[in-house]
């Protein structure tokens, strides 16, 4: 069982003594109990809130706990367990009982270790449905993960892995090239964490100036400097209760990283002119487009830093090693513009095209073609000839790799077996093997 049990529990029984003593019982183990002293009592409460568990004796005036039993398993929506006390038992009753939907019953007189058994095995029950509700529902949404998306192998591991860091509060180092997402990477983990009632604040660390960057992250009081007209609430004050998302942090000036380590080592920040500082409690998630690591290594990035912002570690793969998602991703932005009344569809030849395409731009590129496509294609189809010249120009026959005249395509494959066989036994590239083909091996 948990620590902190979520099982919420209603006790039904018309003696008070037995209500009293359920009662105190379960909540020195730390469950939610409430109670009712009939079946029509508790109907009241279960139609204003949910129960997980239902305890009720069956012998009660007016409708016994059978017949409270039917009622709740007829209702629609949450069906809470139900577990009866009863003064009579036999196999008879165990049948009856659990034909109406009964998740346990127990016999009076009865010990408090088996309530408390029967409490906790529904309880692991509870918590197992639930684990399978959850995946039942990412299973019919497998390619989407707040707003990210992609059905690959490397981002299904990507999802999994901010689905794990999301519950710590360690701070998190997102790495990938530009245009890869990795702002929505943060936003996942934010909304996936505890903190996601707080606010998700972000900061370009490349796009500030380095004399503004410090009263951005830090504040700073009226008359600090020349244009200080008012006093300013730093970013890691705004965040407070939240996240604050550090992109491009790799472009911080060295002057302010050891300013960035004290905050995040004491978890205060001194305003510019100030001479108090003022505490904050927020989760750090930075990103990069650079490898942070060498650079602290070769002394551009302080070390020390880097280990605390990198509890956590999340990389990004670009969209040329993610290929299988390029159609879900089109899909994605074309029915984005649909919403809006721009209606557009691509060829099979350009959805050929635009997964062979080496994607420098990642996934912000292609989603910039796609809005392209939309606005500049004069027929309801995009064809080849409406991609851009950097696209088309892969496609020439230059570009391609051609049979020579005197081989078959029997003959080229025989040799490229051949070539990667001797290839993985010796380590080097055999003489014999073309060396038009041997390029082609390696490219591909």
Not at 47 to 70: C, N, Q, W, Y
Request: hydrophobic share 40%; aromatic share 8%.
């Amino acid at each position: 069982m948990n620590s902190k049990p979520t099982v919420s529990i209603l006790i039904v029984d018309d003696h008070k003594e037995m209500r009293d003593f359920l009662q105190d019982i379960l909540s020195e183990q730390g469950y939610r109990v409430a109670t009712a002293a009939s079946a029509d009592e508790a109907l009241e409460r279960l139609a204003s809130r949910e129960f997980h568990l239902v305890i009720t004796d069956i012998k009660m005036p007016g409708m016994d706990g059978v017949g409270l039993l039917e009622q709740i398993k007829t209702g629609r929506g949450f069906s809470p367990f139900v577990i009866l006390i009863t003064a009579f038992g036999d196999i008879n009753d165990t049948i009856r009982f659990i034909d109406k939907g009964a998740y346990d019953y127990i016999i009076k007189p009865f010990k408090m270790e088996q309530i408390l058994i029967a409490v906790k095995r529904a309880e692991r029950e509870l918590q197992m449905r639930q684990r399978v509700r959850e995946l039942e529902d990412r299973a019919t949404r497998p390619h989407r993960f707040q707003q990210l998306l992609g059905k690959s192998p490397v981002m299904q591991q990507v999802f999994s892995l901010i689905e794990k860091v999301a519950a710590a509060e360690g701070s998190v180092l997102i790495e990938g090239e530009t245009g890869t997402g990795k702002e929505l990477i943060a936003q996942a983990i934010h909304r996936e964490s505890p903190r996601k009632k707080g606010p998700f604040v972000p900061i370009n660390c490349a796009s500030i100036p380095e004399g503004l960057l410090e009263s951005e992250l830090f504040g700073h009081t009226r008359g600090a400097f020349t244009g200080a007209s008012d006093k300013k609430q730093g970013l890691f004050v705004a965040a407070d209760g939240g996240t604050l998302f550090l992109d491009e942090i790799g472009e911080m000036p060295p002057s302010l990283q050891a300013k960035l380590l004290r905050a995040i080592q004491e978890r205060r920040v001194r305003p510019v002119g100030s001479t108090s500082d003022i505490t904050f409690d927020v989760r750090i998630v930075s990103a990069t487009n650079c490898d942070l690591r060498s650079a602290a290594s070769e002394g551009r990035f302080r070390e020390d830093i880097f280990y605390r912002l990198a509890t956590f570690q999340i990389k990004v793969p670009p969209l040329r090693q993610r290929r299988e998602d390029i159609p879900l991703l089109i899909e994605h932005f074309l029915a984005q513009h649909a919403a809006e009344g721009r209606d557009i569809f691509f060829s099979p030849e350009v959805l050929r095209a635009l997964v062979d395409y080496s994607w420098p731009g990642n996934v912000r590129e292609l989603r910039s073609l796609v809005e392209r496509c939309i606005y500049l294609c004069a027929a309801e189809t995009v064809q080849l000839d409406d991609l851009p010249e950097e696209i088309r120009r892969q496609l020439r026959p230059e570009n391609r790799y051609c049979l020579p005249e005197d081989k078959t395509l029997a003959t080229v494959e025989l040799e490229y077996i051949l070539f990667s066989t001797a290839v993985r036994a010796t380590g080097s590239e055999p003489p014999r093997f073309s060396a038009s083909i041997a390029k082609r091996s390696r490219e591909n």
